[in-house]
């Protein structure tokens, strides 16, 4: 059985991607929370338009449970939202890691193991309805706070500005008076519980992007850390380049198995 601690750890691997090249200014802390909410507004559009077909270069640091540091690696991350992404981590001499999903569906293949990982049924195991689109809304900063009350009561009191119900998964932001989010909460049953902060961001393709990422389970422990060093116009919202290639001849786990590989990064 995967603990609830351990499919929020996994959750925020998958969704973990970016870190910094610049920030705003400080923000002004007299908006009250319907002003924060339209600018909030304009600003997603923004970035919905452009994640569409976005590519981006990263830096990636995990530090699983364990508390041990493993060596940061460069990757390429090619976004297509709302619900597709495809990850390449590099190593000296090729590829380390290849992720990929669209919707329910994502795969994953490590060349130097000749590993892999595919299903359409992730999400359920790790209590998120979409994980492909779960990984676009973390990477792009793309929550949408459908139906949701923005509490000035909570700005006062230092609390989430606003919070809403997304299937299973509640969510709570803070919105600072640029329209930009810095914290986000999610949770769920089965996933348990992620905390995801904004740090930094910085301008490109003409609006704000988050620059630097922090992904933590609190039950857990393990932190991903994502800096953004590039971001660019994608080439179109081809699914081919989302594809992970399995090779026919390529040992296919299951999750339990990927699980085991990760615990034995943290031991080694």
Same mark, same amino acid.
């Given at each position: ?35 924060? =909410?339209?600018? &909030? ?10 994640? #569409? ?7 990636? *640091? ?5 508390? #041990?540091?493993?060596?940061? =690696? ?15 981590? /590099?190593?000296?001499?090729?590829? =380390? ?16 193991? /000749? ?21 676009? @809304? ?8 459908? %139906?949701?009350? *923005? ?12 919070? *809403? $119900? ?11 008076? &640029? ?15 992620? /905390?995801?902060? &904004?740090?930094?961001?910085?301008? %490109?393709?003409?609006? $704000? *992007?988050?620059? #630097? ?5 609190? $039950? ?12 660019? /116009? ?10 992970? &290639? ?13 699980? @085991? $590989? ?7």
């Amino acid at each position: 059985m995967i603990r609830p601690a351990s499919r929020a750890l996994a959750a925020g691997t998958l969704g973990g991607v970016l870190l910094a090249a610049g920030c705003a200014p400080p923000p002004s802390p007299d908006l009250t929370a319907g002003a924060r =909410a339209e600018l &909030y507004a304009a600003a997603l559009e923004r970035r919905l338009e452009a994640a #569409r077909t976005l590519d981006l270069d990263v830096a990636l *640091w995990l530090r699983p449970a364990s508390g #041990r540091d493993l060596p940061g =690696a460069t990757a390429a991350l090619a976004l297509r939202a709302p619900a597709g992404f495809h990850l390449r981590v /590099h190593q000296p001499f090729g590829t =380390a890691l290849e992720i990929g999903g669209a919707d329910r569906k994502v795969a994953a293949f490590v060349p130097s193991k /000749h590993l892999a990982f595919e299903s359409e049924h992730l999400g359920d195991t790790l209590g998120v309805t979409e994980p492909a689109a779960f990984v676009v @809304r973390v990477a792009a900063a793309l929550w949408r706070p459908d %139906g949701a009350t *923005w509490s000035d009561s909570a700005l006062a009191d230092h609390g989430r500005a606003v919070r *809403w $119900q997304s299937g299973a998964e509640r969510v709570s932001m803070d919105v600072d008076s &640029y329209g930009l989010p810095r914290v986000v909460d999610v949770e769920s049953p089965r996933m348990g519980a992620l /905390h995801i902060e &904004y740090t930094t961001w910085f301008k %490109g393709l003409g609006t $704000q *992007w988050p620059g #630097r990422i922090e992904v933590t389970s609190p $039950q857990r422990g393990g932190r991903l850390l994502c800096r953004v060093d590039h971001v660019d /116009h994608g080439a179109g919202p081809d699914s081919a380049a989302l594809a992970v &290639y399995i090779p026919p001849a390529a040992k296919r786990l299951d999750w339990s198995g990927v699980m @085991r $590989q990760v615990n034995g990064l943290e031991s080694r």
